[in-house]
């Protein structure tokens, strides 16, 4: 088995982070039909793939999905997700997120650090937001 680079790990550790993130966004509940979710039902789904950097880490590009819903609606009648979407963000919104995915670029392993601790922070103030609501 292959050791992982420290860039992999950085990459892994900041997609851990933002699936928590988006999992409380979304308050554990399906963004297209309104159930709760659990751990093994929910997805952390991203409209544009997660191949584009610039914007894996966008919250308006993801949000939680019953993994059934993600793997045969998102990926499966694409036209209708997309609009789905858009209505969700806007289609301004839809449109700057789009141009993100545009952007070239290396993203070095200080930016992944630096990414990591803006999304390590974003954890932390919705954890704390939470926990007032409760």
Known sequence: MKRKTERQKLVKNCDDIFREIIRLRDNWTCQ???????????????FF????????????????????????????????????????IGQDEFDRLKLRTRVRGTIYTSDLLAIKIGLQMRLKRLELIKSCES
């Open 49 to 88: 793939s997660r191949d584009y950097k610039r914007t894996r880490w966008d919250e308006m590009n993801a949000c939680l999905l019953r993994k059934g819903i993600h793997k045969n609606w998102a990926h499966v009648k694409s036209e209708e997700y997309r609009d789905w979407w858009i209505s969700r």
């Open 32 to 46: 297209r039909t309104g159930f709760k979710l659990d751990k093994y039902n929910a997805d952390c789904a991203h």
